[in-house]
């Protein structure tokens, strides 16, 4: 009686111990994640127009302004004190990515006692152009004397850099 | 395992490399070249002299005569009566307009008595001289006709300054 009752014990602890072995086994498996990312942004600030926006005086442009995406020219005359031309550049956000005025600078760093003085306008450094949007800014030449001077020339870039808004 | 953690890191590492180029490309630098030139010509100046003769006045050879800044006439007169009339012209040829801030027109003060000198037209001071127009001086000189004898002084001179500065 004893031997049977033992026997049955360890069969059935055997058997426990079996179910046990096949249920670790089968909760244990190579588990394969598969994936694609796709990155879909698409990054597209440009110039798209420039213009001239007003006149004062006698001023006018030798040659029209032209543009491509990245860079804008103007060529102006100035005959008479005081005359000035203003350009309005388009700047528009092509891309699906919100982008912001990073900086703006011009190069060299104008002096109001110039004689030929340009001047900006609407740079906001931090303003953001969300997608699809359009923004104008304004550069202004001016013939900034109280006196007639002789034949004068001068050149400066205006440097607009936009990032990434956050 | 070994395999599965290799594959594991080149797919983060291929994810980190696709996050810098995708941040490198979202600035973007504008230029705009300015260029301005100051191109007016400044250019008032005398462009003609002329002379209308009464009596015996006579010009002296060569005269009258003009540069771009002198007009000069030199005129004989013989006998009391006698007259000179001078037209000097000042045009603005150049691409800026003018006015006449001052203007002088001064006789030899211990010049001849028998002389006269008469301003009979000149431009008013601020009057603006527009690109193209002109201003005109007229000058007469005269032999006083009162005059009955000749003079110990026979001489006479007489200037004229006309200052022009750009019109506002």
Redesign the interface.
């Known amino acids: 009686m004893k031997n049977k009752n033992f026997i049955i014990v360890c069969a059935c602890l055997l058997v426990t111990i079996g179910l046990m072995a096949v249920g670790y086994t089968r909760l244990s498996g190579i588990v394969t994640v598969n994936s694609t990312a796709t990155i879909a942004g698409k990054w597209n600030v440009a110039i798209v127009g420039i213009e001239e926006e007003k006149i004062v005086g006698d001023a006018s442009s030798i040659t029209p302004p032209t543009f491509t995406s990245s860079n804008a020219s103007f060529n102006a005359k100035l005959g008479s004190r005081n005359s000035s031309i203003k350009y309005k550049v388009t700047v528009k956000n092509n891309g699906n990515i919100t982008a912001k005025l990073n900086a703006f600078q011009f190069l060299p760093q104008p002096n109001e006692n110039d004689v030929i003085l340009f001047t900006s306008e609407n740079a906001i450094v931090g303003e953001k152009l969300k997608p699809g949007e359009e923004k104008y800014f304004y550069i202004t030449v001016k013939y900034n004397s109280s006196e007639v001077v002789e034949s004068q020339n001068k050149q400066i870039s205006a440097v607009y850099e936009f990032v990434q808004s956050d | 395992m070994k395999d599965k953690k290799n594959v594991l890191i080149c797919a983060l590492l291929l994810?980190i490399m696709?996050m810098a180029v995708?941040?490198a490309?979202?600035?973007?630098?504008?230029?705009?070249?300015?260029?301005?030139?100051?191109?007016?010509e400044?250019q008032v100046e005398i462009t003609g002299i002329d002379s209308e003769l009464e009596g015996a006045a006579t010009n002296k050879e060569g005269t009258p005569t003009f540069t771009s800044t002198t007009a000069t006439f030199d005129v004989e007169l013989v006998k009391p009566g006698d007259s000179a009339t001078y037209t000097i012209t000042v045009k603005n040829n150049g691409?800026?307009?003018a006015k006449l801030s001052s203007i002088t027109l001064t006789p030899q003060a211990d010049g001849s008595s028998a002389i006269l000198y008469e301003i009979v037209k000149q431009p008013a001071v601020d009057s603006v001289l527009a690109v193209g127009g002109t201003h005109e001086v007229v000058v007469k000189v005269t032999y006083d006709e009162n005059v009955e004898e000749v003079p110990e002084v026979t001489t006479k001179t007489f200037t004229g300054v006309l200052e022009y500065v750009?019109a506002?």
């Open positions: 994810t696709v995708g941040y490309a979202f600035s973007q630098t504008l230029n705009i070249n300015g260029t301005a030139t100051i191109a007016g400044w691409s800026i307009d750009q506002n």
